[in-house]
């Protein structure tokens, strides 16, 4: 659950937030190597936390469905 928490507030903070927002548009419009590298870097760490909360909350349901059960 803590899992689930932490990802998800990672996703949300970094979807919506303006400084991580701004940091891509400047990295975007950079023509440098290393700026599009830390470009892909960002959008693909905010789509890992994405994919960790979707798992976690999926094995958290699984979890409380299973103790419903028993």
């Given at each position: 659950?803590?899992?689930?928490?932490?990802?998800?507030?990672?996703?949300?903070?970094?979807?919506?937030?303006?400084?991580?927002?701004?940091?891509?548009?400047?990295?975007?419009?950079?023509?440098?190597?290393?700026?599009?590298?830390?470009?892909?870097?960002?959008?693909?760490?905010?789509?890992?936390?994405?994919?960790?909360?979707?798992?976690?909350?999926?094995?958290?349901?699984?979890?409380?469905?299973?103790k419903?059960?028993?």
């Amino acid at each position: 659950m803590l899992v689930f928490f932490c990802s998800l507030y990672i996703y949300v903070f970094m979807e919506f937030s303006e400084r991580v927002n701004n940091t891509i548009i400047m990295l975007a419009k950079s023509s440098s190597s290393r700026a599009f590298g830390a470009y892909i870097a960002i959008n693909i760490a905010k789509y890992v936390a994405f994919l960790f909360c979707i798992i976690s909350l999926i094995f958290l349901i699984k979890l409380i469905i299973v103790k419903k059960e028993n």
